[in-house]
């Protein structure tokens, strides 16, 4: 990791993008990945909560480092930045923890096979979360207008994209705080199960690791890929809340990209280490639609004033430090 951040230093100074850093920096975590899959894990075994504590405090520690390598090599503000993109993220990112759990319950994956459809799944969101970013910096550079005035208010800067960003995260945080999600969702009625359906043969059983079996002289698909597709469009679904919601942060795709990856890197060992207790953060959800309706807010109010990145790091930790400790408080007391 060190390697990369060296290889970075000189693109850091003007903060421009680099598809080479960008290239060398997924290369780095693709190899940690496989690392963890093909050194760590070469038998399907369910993962312990040591286990699980151990790969969440690496995940995480490794972000954390790359935030403090970018206050001393960079700047403070470029650190505050990536910091609080990589709190939103790790924030929103939570909800799909909800979404393991009704997945693997749902299709009965055992334990032992779980952390393999995460480990692919994980894998894909690098790649289809690359695609968002970086399209979402470019069609945001040019989507600004020109400087303008509403009466006597003077607007130098507007953009279409960001300002349709606020609108979408503002209704999505109301519409959060008003319907919770149906957690028994018929899953069986999910897009993505349905397309496989439609284009392949399922083979209804677990069929140890295999996404795909033979069957009849045909290829078959198991319910581990079924679970692996419903996980992964979930994913992608999440980010369109998401990732709209740090480019009220920062329209640098070197800090949208690595905060982005590092805060979902670490995801698949926190739902081990949550996942028999996930649901005793009822009022999680309810921090997560606060932090949507402030950002969307923020986003709106961006042509007319700048909301500091330190401020927004404090609101947003302040929310998930509340909304966390009220569901444990409420658990215990009532």
């Given at each position: 990791?060190?390697?990369?951040?060296?290889?970075?230093?000189?693109?850091?100074?003007?903060?421009?993008l680099s598809y080479i850093s960008i290239g060398i920096f997924t290369l780095v975590i693709v190899g940690l990945l496989a690392l963890d899959l093909g050194v760590f894990r070469k038998e399907d075994?369910?993962?312990?909560?040591?286990?699980?504590?151990?790969?969440?405090?690496?995940?995480?520690?490794?972000?954390?480092?790359?935030?403090?390598?970018?206050?001393?090599?960079?700047?403070?503000?470029?650190?505050?930045?990536?910091?609080?993109?990589?709190?939103?993220?790790k924030a929103l990112s939570m909800d799909n923890l909800f979404i393991f759990v009704l997945v693997f319950k749902f299709f009965n994956i055992p334990d032992k096979f779980q952390h393999r459809v995460?480990?692919?799944?994980?894998?894909?969101?690098?790649?289809?979360?690359?695609?968002?970013?970086?399209?979402?910096?470019?069609?945001?550079?040019?989507?600004?207008?020109?400087?303008?005035?509403?009466?006597?208010?003077?607007?130098?800067?507007?953009?279409?994209?960001?300002?349709?960003?606020?609108?979408?995260?503002?209704?999505?945080?109301?519409?959060?705080?008003?319907?919770?999600?149906?957690?028994?969702?018929?899953?069986?009625?999910?897009?993505?199960?349905?397309?496989?359906?439609?284009?392949?043969?399922?083979?209804?059983?677990?069929?140890?690791?295999?996404?795909?079996?033979?069957?009849?002289?045909?290829?078959?698909?198991?319910?581990?890929?079924?679970?692996?597709?419903?996980?992964?469009?979930?994913?992608?679904?999440?980010?369109?809340?998401?990732?709209?919601?740090?480019?009220?942060?920062?329209?640098?795709?070197?800090?949208?990209?690595?905060?982005?990856?590092?805060?979902?890197?670490?995801?698949?060992?926190?739902?081990?280490?949550?996942?028999?207790?996930?649901?005793?953060?009822?009022?999680?959800?309810?921090?997560?639609?606060?932090?949507?309706?402030?950002?969307?807010?923020?986003?709106?109010?961006?042509?007319?004033?700048?909301?500091?990145?330190?401020?927004?790091?404090?609101?947003?930790?302040?929310?998930?430090?509340?909304?966390?400790?009220?569901?444990?408080?409420?658990?215990?007391?009532?």
């Amino acid at each position: 990791m060190l390697i990369y951040f060296e290889c970075c230093r000189n693109y850091f100074c003007n903060m421009e993008l680099s598809y080479i850093s960008i290239g060398i920096f997924t290369l780095v975590i693709v190899g940690l990945l496989a690392l963890d899959l093909g050194v760590f894990r070469k038998e399907d075994k369910a993962v312990s909560n040591k286990e699980a504590l151990l790969w969440s405090a690496i995940w995480i520690s490794l972000g954390l480092s790359f935030g403090v390598y970018l206050r001393y090599s960079y700047s403070e503000t470029a650190s505050t930045e990536y910091f609080t993109a990589f709190l939103i993220e790790k924030a929103l990112s939570m909800d799909n923890l909800f979404i393991f759990v009704l997945v693997f319950k749902f299709f009965n994956i055992p334990d032992k096979f779980q952390h393999r459809v995460l480990f692919w799944g994980i894998l894909g969101a690098i790649f289809f979360r690359a695609i968002l970013i970086f399209s979402g910096v470019e069609l945001i550079k040019i989507t600004y207008v020109p400087p303008f005035d509403i009466g006597n208010l003077h607007i130098d800067e507007f953009n279409v994209i960001l300002f349709a960003f606020g609108v979408f995260l503002l209704f999505t945080g109301i519409k959060t705080f008003k319907k919770h999600e149906e957690e028994n969702a018929e899953i069986s009625e999910h897009l993505g199960v349905r397309f496989v359906k439609k284009f392949i043969s399922v083979h209804p059983h677990i069929e140890g690791n295999n996404f795909f079996i033979r069957k009849n002289g045909k290829i078959a698909a198991t319910l581990l890929f079924l679970a692996l597709v419903v996980i992964e469009l979930s994913d992608i679904l999440f980010a369109l809340d998401s990732i709209p919601a740090i480019f009220t942060i920062t329209q640098d795709p070197v800090i949208l990209y690595t905060s982005n990856i590092f805060a979902i890197l670490g995801l698949r060992s926190l739902y081990f280490l949550l996942a028999n207790s996930i649901h005793l953060f009822q009022y999680l959800r309810v921090g997560l639609a606060f932090i949507l309706v402030f950002i969307g807010i923020k986003m709106l109010a961006a042509p007319f004033y700048h909301v500091p990145p330190f401020i927004s790091l404090g609101v947003i930790g302040a929310t998930l430090l509340i909304s966390i400790s009220a569901s444990l408080i409420v658990r215990k007391y009532y």
